[in-house]
């Protein structure tokens, strides 16, 4: 493993993987898994993350397929949510 991918963006890689095996209606009847694109892109934004110096990650599935991947460096919290219409919201 590269030496910029810490155990925490690893595991963080592995739990965007693990979404594809969400089942419809997963969240209490509700919810969709995400698509492979965009599984793929939550893959690429956290890596990309360990690349730019971030050390901590965590992903979260939305209701509707969207993915949100959080990247920590200290008190800095920057929340990157992959969209449904290819667009990215970031909250800083």
Excluded at 8 to 34: C, M, N, S
Excluded at 60 to 71: K, L, N, R
Aim: one cysteine or more; aromatic letters at 10%; a negative charge.
């Amino acid at each position: 493993m590269p030496r910029f991918i810490t155990p925490r963006i690893a595991y963080t890689d592995q739990k965007i993987r693990d979404f594809a095996q969400l089942p419809v209606g997963w969240h209490y009847g509700e919810g969709k898994p995400p698509t492979q694109e965009r599984i793929d892109q939550a893959r690429t934004l956290n890596i990309g993350a360990a690349l730019w110096g971030f050390e901590k990650t965590n992903a979260f599935p939305g209701i509707d397929g969207e993915i949100q991947v959080t990247v920590y460096h200290g008190n800095l919290c920057l929340e990157l949510t992959l969209e449904l219409d290819n667009s990215m919201t970031v909250v800083l």
